[in-house]
């Protein structure tokens, strides 16, 4: 079981980044999916949230309105749109299953620049 994020990098205070991240699971299809991030002295924490097959997703309170999550099963692929980018949103983001049981995998950078 592998998951491999990708997509970060340094952007400016309202631009947008997409972020993806691929499983190498073959029962990719019946996990809930979360993409949580880090940021530098904090705990890492969920950002949002999709099922399994795509129809219900959660966010959190600060990235609500401005960043989007979405799965492509036959792709094992689940992103992260993320839009109206603020500096608050530097961190190492990861993804996992909701329950946090795969093995996580090196995370992306996101660098808001103010």
């Known amino acids: 079981v592998q998951l491999v994020e990708s997509g970060g990098g340094l952007v400016q205070a309202g631009g947008s980044l997409r972020l993806s991240c691929v499983a190498s699971?073959?029962?990719?299809?019946?996990?809930?999916m979360c993409w949580f991030r880090q940021a530098p002295g904090k705990e890492r924490e969920v950002v949002a949230r999709?099922?399994?097959?795509?129809?219900?997703?959660y966010y959190a309170d600060s990235v609500k309105g401005r960043f989007t999550i979405s799965r492509d099963n036959a792709k094992n692929t689940v992103y992260l749109q993320m839009n109206s980018l603020k500096p608050e949103d530097t961190a190492v983001y990861y993804c996992?299953?909701?329950?946090?049981?795969?093995?996580w995998g090196q995370g992306t950078q996101v660098t808001v620049s103010s």
């Open positions: 996992n299953s909701d329950s946090q049981k795969l093995p």
């Open positions: 699971i073959r029962t990719f299809n019946t996990y809930d």
């Open positions: 999709i099922s399994w097959g795509g129809g219900r997703t």
